[in-house]
């Protein structure tokens, strides 16, 4: 039987497999990037913090030791590998005394190592959103912060409505590619069990031995996902630039 044969066979026997573990990765994905945006928020402004002469004692204690525990967290977590965090967090809660297998169990994709898995990647995207963030709003001019504060707005009020969205705006191509990196490196949580599109294919090929056919068509599933995300940052680019995503030049359309 030759790979077009074994592909097409793949295709139709497992086909629900690979749908349950498309879905696992677009889930991963897409809530951790989304909520390790808004954990690298926090993480950024707390290795922004910095004890000021006229601060009390307790107010300089507690931003060192915020800054501190921001700094270490964000060491930590980037200079490990994703894989090993994801069985440190396995078998530290079978010391613990948790079994995700008892969590949201009979579901083939959203059970007890879906969940875990989501709280990996979502610590592990936090750690790398705080630098995306942080050096979006070390980016911001200062200017800004001077004209709002001029306007009489408080110092939390410049931050949240006038620093942060520049920032974050202006980070929109970085926190894009760490969701395109997590649509990639979700593929690794199979070591704990979690069901996405590498554990489909993988549980695919153990039972019909047709390993080359089942990881070349995640491959290309996982190349059409990275393409499609680009096309998507793109178009969002374009938007905020105030650009209209379709020019007219000599009669033809194209994208602009």
């Known amino acids: 039987m030759n790979l077009g044969e074994d592909i097409a066979r793949m295709l139709s026997a497992y086909w629900d497999k690979f749908l349950l573990g498309l879905a696992g990765t677009l889930i991963l994905s897409v809530v951790g990037t989304g909520i390790g945006l808004l954990l690298g928020i926090f993480l950024a402004l707390g290795k922004r913090l910095r004890p000021k002469k006229n601060d009390p004692l307790y107010l300089k204690i507690a931003k060192g030791a915020g800054l501190g525990l921001c700094s270490a967290y964000s060491a930590v977590v980037r200079g490990t590998p994703m894989m090993v965090q994801a069985l440190l967090f396995k078998y530290g809660c079978m010391m613990l005394g948790v079994n995700w297998n008892n969590i949201l169990p009979g579901i083939d994709v959203f059970n007890g190592w879906m969940v875990a898995g989501l709280i990996v990647i979502t610590l592990n995207t936090a750690a790398y959103m705080g630098e995306v963030v942080l050096s979006g709003l070390n980016g911001v001019d200062k200017g800004q912060s001077e004209g709002a504060r001029s306007l009489g707005l408080s ?102």
């Open 155 to 256: 110092s939390s009020q410049t931050l949240w409505s006038v620093v942060l969205p520049q920032a974050l705006r202006n980070a929109i191509p970085t926190i894009g590619n760490e969701w395109i990196v997590n649509i990639k490196d979700s593929s690794v949580l199979n070591v704990i069990g979690v069901a996405e599109l590498y554990f489909a294919a993988y549980n695919a090929a153990n039972d019909s031995y047709a390993f080359m056919a089942s990881y070349l068509i995640i491959a290309v599933i996982y190349l059409l996902l990275t393409m499609l995300s680009n096309l998507v940052l793109k178009l969002v680019g374009v938007k905020l630039e105030g650009k209209s995503i379709f020019r007219f030049r000599h009669g033809r359309r194209a994208i602009a």
